[in-house]
């Protein structure tokens, strides 16, 4: 009498099954790499703005002319300059450019990303 062999390695269903959520984790990947590419260019734009000697003595709308170039060069498209606030209080000016953004992810499936670390004081002299 002869034994059956024992199953070696995976089956169809379990490689479908690999398969499956290898694509989808490349899907979201390949949707959401962009999204944190164009935030790490906005936040060293944001970032230099606030930290440029000159922006201290500019008002809201000079700092945000001075990003348009910058948002042009790198064609920013997630977020609009008129997107970012300004706030002025005594000796400062709080530039605040948090935003979200909303990919399709599959079918009526959507991926929101928020970056709230977009908020930088410009001291006034």
């Known amino acids: 009498m002869q034994l059956p062999y024992k199953q070696r390695g995976l089956g169809i269903i379990q490689w479908a099954v690999i398969i499956s959520v290898a694509g989808l984790l490349g899907l979201c990947a390949f949707r959401l790499v962009p999204i944190y590419l164009d935030h790490v260019t906005i936040r060293q734009v944001v970032k230099n703005a606030a930290n440029d000697p000159a922006s201290k003595e500019m008002t809201a709308s000079e700092i945000r002319k001075s990003m348009q170039g910058a948002f042009i060069t790198n064609r ?49 002299r």
């Open 76 to 124: 920013i498209e997630t977020i609009d300059l008129r997107d970012i606030k300004f706030k002025t209080e005594r000796n400062v000016i709080i530039m605040d450019a948090r935003y979200e953004v909303r990919v399709p992810l599959i079918y009526n499936i959507d991926a929101v990303v928020k970056f709230d670390n977009l908020v930088y004081e410009i001291p006034r």
